[in-house]
């Protein structure tokens, strides 16, 4: 009797749903990041994992994970002192310590 009930159900159903009756799923990305941008709110594991410089507010993320290696600088926290020297030369970082988030590294 369940299984007649239960089949019935499923051909009333098929019979309510149009034959061209589409399902559309959409992910979409926000911020500066869509654009190949930096972007500060992002949560520091973030940063971490790709191997970017935080903003300040993530010392203590950085420093839990890297320990005394961690370098700040101003308004950025790096690895280490090779990863800022590393930074320090690249054009995006510059924008980013200008506040200009509009473009984003290359290589990610």
Known sequence: MKKLALAAFALAMAGAIPAGAEVGVSVGMTGAFQSGGYDASRPCVFYRMNDLPAPKRCHRH??????????????????SEASYQYWQGDASYKRWRAHDYSAGHQNW
């Open 62 to 79: 950085f420093f839990d994970y890297y320990g005394h290696a961690v370098h700040a600088d101003g308004d950025f926290v790096f690895r």
